[in-house]
């Protein structure tokens, strides 16, 4: 729904409770414990991995390695592509 003045469309109207953040809230499992744990990621996003193993950032732009841990404080490695 566009927001009008003067006849020219100057923005746009989203209604409350929908949400149009870039990012989402991803579940993903902890490889040592398997509890769940969530992390913010592009809502465009595809989890490659979660290791324990550190991993260096890959030549490829459209893949990022993110630390992370579980409620239980375990570390752990995020890859994903976008």
């Given at each position: ?73 375990h570390e752990c490695y995020v890859m994903f592509?976008?």
């Amino acid at each position: 729904m566009g927001i009008k003045r003067a006849g020219r469309e100057v923005g746009t109207f989203f209604p409350a409770g929908i949400d149009h953040s870039p990012m989402g809230i991803e579940q993903l499992s902890c490889p040592t414990c398997g509890t769940t744990f969530e992390m913010g990621l592009p809502r465009s996003a595809t989890v490659q991995s979660v290791t324990t193993e550190a991993r260096e950032e890959p030549d490829d732009d459209r893949v990022k390695v993110r630390p992370n841990a579980c409620p239980n404080g375990h570390e752990c490695y995020v890859m994903f592509r976008f």
